[in-house]
T-cell receptor, first 114, second 114 residues
C-alpha cells in the first residue's frame, strides 16, 4: 500500500536561514511525488513534483526538493526562508498501482520567525 | 481565471440533515476529485470522476454521493449528516490522467455537523 510520512508536525526557522521539511514515502511501483502548500483558509497549491530523472527538483517561490531513492525520501528545501513562507506543507505520492488517488501526508506546519 | 470554485464556504448542519456542496471548474479539466481534510490526517479521497457521466469511489465514500452531468460541475451530496462528517471539504481538478499531473484545488467548504 502507498503511504507518506511527514515526521515533524511543526518546523520553526528564522528568516534568512535555510529550511527543510521532511517527507518519506512507501509505494510498490515508481513514485510520483508532489509538494503542496496551504495558506490559511485556502486550498492547496502545487509547489513542485518529481517524476523520474534529476534528483534535485526546482519549483515555485524558490523551493526545491531532493529525491533520495535509497532512503525513500523527498525533502522540501529552501536556501533562505521568508516570513511569508509560513504555511502548512503537504507531501503527496501516486503510483501506477493506485491510479487516480493521491496519498497525502499529514502535513507539516512551517513557521518562519522574523 | 476563476479555476476551481466551491460553494458555500461555511455551513452548519444538524444531525440528519442533507446538503450539497457545489464545485465548478472553468479549465475544461476532465478529472475532478473530492477530498476531506481532518486535522493531522492529511487529505482523504472521497470520490473522483474521470469525465462527465463517470464517477468512482475513493478511500472514504460512505455517507456521500456524487454526480457528474457536465465537465464543469461535480457536486458532492451528504445524506443524513453525522458528526463524523465535520471536516473541511476540498474539490480539485486535473487536466489529464498522467500520474505526474498535479491537482488544482478550490478554497474549500468548512462543514460542521452538530
Amino acid at each position: 500500500a502507498q503511504s507518506v510520512a511527514q515526521p515533524e508536525d511543526q518546523v520553526n526557522v528564522a528568516e534568512g536561514n535555510p529550511l527543510t521539511v521532511k517527507c518519506t514515502y512507501s509505494v510498490s511501483g515508481n513514485p510520483y511525488l508532489f509538494w503542496y502548500v496551504q495558506y490559511p483558509n485556502r486550498g492547496l497549491q502545487f509547489l513542485l513534483k518529481y517524476i523520474t530523472g534529476d534528483n534535485l527538483v526546482k519549483g515555485s517561490y524558490g523551493f526545491e526538493a531532493e529525491f533520495n531513492k535509497s532512503q525513500t525520501s523527498f525533502h522540501l528545501k529552501k536556501p533562505s526562508a521568508l516570513v511569508s513562507d509560513s504555511a502548512l506543507y503537504f507531501c503527496a505520492v501516486r503510483d501506477e498501482d493506485y491510479g487516480q488517488n493521491f496519498v497525502f501526508g499529514p502535513g507539516t506546519r512551517l513557521s518562519v520567525l522574523p | 481565471n476563476a479555476g476551481v470554485t466551491q460553494t458555500p464556504k461555511f455551513r452548519i448542519l444538524k444531525i440528519g440533515q442533507s446538503m450539497t456542496l457545489q464545485c465548478a471548474q472553468d479549465m475544461n479539466h476532465n478529472y475532478m476529485y473530492w477530498y476531506r481534510q481532518d486535522p493531522g490526517m492529511g487529505l482523504k479521497l472521497i470520490y473522483y470522476s474521470v469525465g462527465a457521466g463517470i464517477t468512482d469511489k475513493g478511500e472514504v465514500p460512505n455517507g456521500y454521493n456524487v454526480s457528474r452531468s457536465t465537465t464543469e460541475d461535480f457536486p458532492l451530496r451528504l445524506e443524513l449528516a453525522a458528526p463524523s462528517q465535520t471536516s473541511v471539504y476540498f474539490c480539485a481538478s486535473s487536466s489529464r490522467p498522467a500520474l505526474d499531473s498535479p491537482l488544482h484545488f478550490g478554497n474549500g467548504t468548512r462543514l460542521t455537523v452538530t
